[in-house]
C-alpha cells in the first residue's frame, strides 16, 4: 500500500515518524510532502524518510492565497506519480483537496480545532482523528480517541532521553537550565493573539538567572534581540526532546513545545492568548500550566523551583497521565492499516481503542 503524508510542522514529522517508520516494515510505501517552514528537511532528512519539497512556506497573507493554488498544483503532479492509496496529514487542505480530486481517502489528525484550516480540509476528509478532549463537534467524520499527539513520540514505548545532551547544551550535570520558548506570530491562527511581552522576556529571564538556572531560548524562524542572542539553544533540532525532558522548567508561547514538555514530566508554562485544549487536559494532571499573559507567571515558577523533590512528584503526574492514554501510535498503525474497516468498528464500538494501551 502507497500512503503520502503531507507534512506542515516539524512536530508533524515527530508525530508521524513511528507511525511511517512501523508501516514502512510492514511493506506499505511511504512518501512525505512538505514546505521549508523550520525544521522539517532537517527531521526528514535525520529519520531517513523519502520526500519532496515543495519550497519555502509563505507568510504574508497574498503569499498564502497564492500558495493554496500553488502548492494543491504540486500535491497533484507528485500523488499522480505516486499514486497513495491513502493520504495522511495533521490538517493539510492540500492532501485533503488533493486527496478528494483523485478519489482517494484523506484521514485527517486534528488537536488544535482551528475552524479556519478545519473548514478547507474537512470537506475532503474522510476521517478526522482526534483526542477526546477535543471541543469541536466535527460530526460523523470524526474519531475520538483516548490520548494526544505528542505520545505518538514521546510516550515511553518509542522515546528514551539521552544524557549527552548535558553535552551537546555544554553544561553541568547537575546544573538547572529552562528552556524558552518564543513564536513569530505569522501564523494564520495568531492573528490578533499575543503572549509575552518584550518586556516579559527580559523579566524572566533576570529572574531565571538569579535563581542560578541557565537559561536556553529556542525560537521559530525570526531574529532575537541582541542582548538576548547570547541566550539561543544551539543543540541539532533532533536533540530538542531531550533538552526537554532533562530541563528543570519549560516556559513558553509555543503550545506543541509546552505539551511535549508536559507528557516527559518537565513541569511547563504555557503563556498565550491562544487556548489548546491538549494543554489544558494536561493542566488536570499539574503538568501544564496555562497562562493568557506575564501574571502569576513568576509566582508559578517560585512554587515549582520551591518544591521538594520536584522531579520526582512531576514524574508522579506524567505517570497517572499515561495510565490513563493509550498508545496512539499503536492505535493509528491499526487504523490506516485496516482501513475503512477500522473506522467502522470505532463508530460501532469506540472502545475497541482499548486494545492498544
Same mark, same amino acid.
Given at each position: ?9 516539524? %512536530? ?86 488533493? %486527496? ?8 485527517? &489528525? ?11 480540509? %474537512?470537506?475532503?476528509?474522510? =476521517? ?32 528514551? *532521553? ?6 551537546? &547544551?555544554?553544561?553541568?550535570?547537575? $546544573? ?9 506570530? &505569522? ?23 538569579? @535563581? ?7 525560537? #521559530?524562524?525570526? @531574529? ?18 531531550? =533538552?526537554? =525532558? ?6 513558553? #508561547? ?27 487536559? $494536561? ?58 474497516? *477500522? ?15
Amino acid at each position: 500500500m502507497r500512503i503520502l503524508i503531507d507534512i506542515g510542522h516539524p %512536530a508533524h514529522v515527530h508525530i508521524f515518524k513511528n507511525i511511517a517508520t512501523e508501516l514502512s516494515k510492514r511493506k506499505c510505501e511511504i512518501l512525505f510532502t512538505t514546505r521549508d517552514k523550520e525544521n522539517e528537511l532537517y527531521l526528514l532528512e535525520k529519520y531517513g524518510f523519502k520526500y519532496i519539497s515543495f519550497g519555502e512556506n509563505r507568510k504574508s497573507t497574498l503569499g498564502k492565497i497564492l500558495g493554496l493554488f500553488y502548492f494543491n498544483i504540486r500535491m497533484l503532479i507528485v500523488a499522480l506519480k505516486f499514486k497513495p492509496k491513502i493520504f495522511l496529514s495533521h490538517g493539510s487542505m492540500y492532501a485533503a483537496q488533493i %486527496a478528494w480530486l483523485l478519489r482517494r481517502a484523506h484521514i485527517s &489528525l486534528e488537536d488544535s480545532g482551528n475552524e479556519e484550516q478545519i473548514r478547507l480540509y %474537512a470537506p475532503f476528509t474522510k =476521517a478526522i482523528v482526534t483526542p477526546d478532549f477535543l471541543p469541536n463537534n466535527l460530526g460523523q467524520k470524526q474519531i475520538r480517541y483516548k490520548s494526544n499527539h505528542e505520545l505518538a513520540y514521546l510516550h515511553p514505548n518509542y522515546f528514551k *532521553s539521552d544524557n549527552d545532551i548535558i553535552t551537546y &547544551l555544554n553544561i553541568q550535570e547537575d $546544573q538547572p537550565y529552562a528552556i524558552l520558548r518564543f513564536v513569530s506570530w &505569522l501564523a494564520t491562527h495568531d492573528s490578533g493573539q499575543k503572549g509575552l511581552t518584550s518586556k516579559n522576556k527580559e523579566e524572566l529571564i533576570n529572574y531565571l538567572t538569579s @535563581k542560578n538556572i541557565r537559561v536556553f531560548i529556542s525560537t #521559530e524562524r525570526h @531574529k532575537l534581540p541582541e542582548k538576548l542572542k547570547k541566550y539561543s539553544i544551539k543543540i541539532p533540532p533532533d536533540k530538542m526532546h531531550d =533538552a526537554l =525532558a532533562k530541563a528543570t522548567l519549560y516556559i513558553g #508561547e509555543g503550545a506543541t513545545m509546552a505539551s511535549e514538555a508536559g507528557v516527559l514530566g518537565t513541569p511547563s508554562l504555557y503563556v498565550s492568548t491562544i487556548e489548546r485544549c491538549y494543554n489544558i487536559d $494536561q493542566e488536570k494532571y499539574g503538568l501544564v500550566f496555562n497562562f493568557t499573559d506575564f501574571n502569576g507567571v513568576l509566582k508559578k515558577v517560585e512554587e515549582i523551583l520551591s518544591l521538594d523533590n520536584a522531579s520526582i512528584e512531576f514524574q508522579k503526574r506524567r505517570k497517572k497521565f499515561l495510565n490513563d492514554k493509550i498508545d496512539f501510535t499503536s492505535f493509528f498503525i491499526w487504523f490506516v492499516e485496516n482501513w475503512p474497516k *477500522s473506522f467502522q468498528i470505532m463508530k460501532e464500538d469506540a472502545d475497541y481503542q482499548y486494545n492498544f494501551k
